[in-house]
């Protein structure tokens, strides 16, 4: 089942956060400020974790980037909250 990133303004602000204090840069420009990238697919990992296909905002490059969140991370950011609950396959 996928699972599409729709991001409220309050979590794409914490998400940039995140992305900025994990020193996530875009591969073509450099640009530390990653957005989350609309209508991605978010990625369950083995440990609880969470993955979001981010962008980059500032050249709108091509790169597919993601974000990885701990356990924490994504339960802060409200991801569970929303309906989303880990594969159960
Ligand atoms: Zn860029």
């Not at 996530?24 to 990992?45: A, F």
């Not at 802060?76 to 159960?88: D, I, M, V």
Request: hydrophobic residues 30%.
């Amino acid at each position: 089942m996928a699972r599409k990133t729709r991001l409220t303004d309050p979590q794409d602000r914490r998400l940039r956060r995140i992305a900025r204090e994990k020193g996530l840069v875009c591969p073509d420009c450099g640009s530390s400020e990653p957005v989350s990238k609309e209508g991605g697919e978010l990625k369950d990992r083995p440990d609880g974790g969470l993955e979001v296909p981010v962008r980059c905002e500032a050249c709108d490059g091509t790169s597919e980037m993601a974000l990885v969140l701990s356990p924490e991370e994504a339960e802060a950011l409200g991801f569970h909250s929303l309906g989303w609950s880990p594969e159960t396959t």
